[in-house]
């Protein structure tokens, strides 16, 4: 069988005072996981829409093991620690993907008919 994809979701709490240098430690993990990190495919960053200190950073991975060896590695630690420097609270969990829903694909418009030219 072959291995799943996963995501991983974390759930921190930054005070507002650290929105600013959470944000620019978070632009730097996600920028250098994105260029070469094995098996890594998107990430997010979502904030509370009605609690400003709560933030979410989901993740999705080729497969599980590719997170966890990522997250063992002396590069992610030190990745990593400026912007859990400015968590208060973080909590993670990892799930393996069982289903989505595809991509929908654009349907074209029919072209509006033409009326001929008028006569004249």
């Known amino acids: 069988m072959s291995e799943q994809r996963a995501r991983v979701v974390f759930l921190v709490r930054v005070p507002v005072s650290r929105t600013d240098e959470f944000l620019a430690a978070y632009e730097a993990v996600r920028h250098l996981v994105a260029g070469g990190v094995p098996g890594h495919l998107v990430d997010q960053v979502c904030r509370s829409s009605t609690d400003p200190e709560q933030w979410l950073i989901t993740s999705e991975w080729a497969s599980l093991a590719d997170f966890e060896s990522w997250e063992r590695s002396p590069e992610h630690r030190d990745l990593v620690r400026p912007m859990r420097e400015c968590f208060t609270d973080a909590r993670s969990l990892r799930f393996h993907i069982h289903a989505e829903t ?11 008919a033409t009326a001929p030219a008028p006569r004249g």
């Open 102 to 112: 595809p991509t929908p694909t654009p349907v074209l418009a029919p072209m509006p």
